[in-house]
């Protein structure tokens, strides 16, 4: 992760950017091992096979993250002009399918969380088995890191996920008792992280979108979200019930997974890769707020916002205040 630190800290860095700085660090690792065990509690072992025997919800996921949105990504890589670095950010970002976050965009909108968080941990493990394959030809010098990278994934991703649905499946009203607390540390941890990062981030943007790599992320990242985007939602059509798992699915990566190759990878000391993927992930949680909202308020109209609102002081999903409403 040291390679965070060239573009966030470079110049004369306040004490004060330094210790966010670090503390983000540190929740970043709080938040994937909190995300992929609160993934594992969330669903039983039934519930995380059933999208396989939906053969056109699974085909068409498969498609739009393993293949689709790859070749949107290299589509981008080759028309427009940028440097390895960043290439390698957009190109990891492209593989890495099942974004933790997902299932919680099913909930504000009312869906199947259970499906949407099996889909998630189904894409999750595809990631897993891709990602070591794949990081050589992304990352020039990264052959050496695959064992390394290996490792990471297992211990900070797939561990945590069996772990989780181990103790759902062993001891259910105890991993009930516990996913909200789990829920919590995960949310809070990645909120720390985009307030630390981010406002560090933030504080740089002006130097960084002045500079060549800077300038050219931004825009790059905005079209292949939208892009992705897109794609997910075309071929969502194919499965209607599915649409906006699958749209908002391609459209959200797995930065967990990104973030765990880059610690782990000393191929990554160019800042451009992390670059790369923090203007991703700016982008992406920029657009899907931005869209979930709409469509939130277009489906229930404010009354149901209201509601939600005060339901989240009582720890009540979206869609659990939306089933009383109003008389």
């Known amino acids: 992760m040291e390679s965070l630190a060239p573009i966030l800290l470079t110049g004369e860095a306040s004490p004060v950017a330094q210790a966010l700085y670090w503390v983000g660090y540190l929740f970043i690792f709080i938040f994937v091992l909190s995300s992929m065990f609160v993934a594992g509690l969330s669903v039983s072992w039934e519930q ?4 396989i025997r939906n053969h056109r919800l699974i085909g068409l996921s498969l ?12 589509v981008l890589v080759t028309l427009i002009p940028m440097n390895r670095q960043l290439a390698a950010g957009l190109l990891l970002v492209s593989i890495s399918a099942g974004a933790p976050s997902t299932g919680k965009i099913a909930e504000i909108l009312g869906g199947d ?43 900070l991703v797939l561990l945590p996920l069996l772990l989780g649905l181990l103790l759902r499946s062993r001891s259910g009203p105890f991993a009930v008792r516990i996913l909200p607390v789990m829920t919590r540390i995960s949310d809070i941890s990645i909120l720390v992280v985009f307030l630390t990062i981010g406002i560090v981030f933030l504080s740089r943007m002006g130097d960084l979108a002045t500079s060549s790599p800077g300038a050219l992320a931004i825009p790059v990242a905005i079209l292949f979200t939208l892009g992705a985007l897109g794609l997910g939602y075309l071929l969502g059509g194919l499965a209607v019930e599915s649409r906006e798992e699958i749209a908002f699915g391609a459209c959200f990566r797995n930065i967990t997974a990104v973030l765990v190759v880059i610690f782990a990878s000393s191929a ?21 707020s931005i869209l979930v909202s709409l469509t939130y308020r277009k489906r229930y109209g404010m009354k149901g916002v209201a509601r939600w609102f005060r339901g989240l002081s009582k720890d009540l999903s979206p869609s ?8």
């Open 113 to 155: 969380v259970a499906r949407a968080v099996s889909l998630t941990i189904l894409m999750t493990l595809g990631t897993l088995v891709l990602m070591p394959l794949l990081l050589p030809f992304v990352l020039a010098g990264a052959q050496e890191d695959t064992p390394r990278v290996m490792v990471y994934l297992v211990v």
């Open 48 to 51: 995380l096979l059933a999208p």
């Open 268 to 288: 990554t000391t160019g800042g451009d890769v992390l670059l790369m993927v923090l203007m991703v992930t700016f982008a992406s949680v920029l657009i899907v």
């Open 320 to 327: 659990s205040c939306l089933r009383k409403p109003d008389r």
């Open 63 to 74: 498609l739009v993250n393993f293949l689709l949105v790859p070749l949107l990504a290299l």
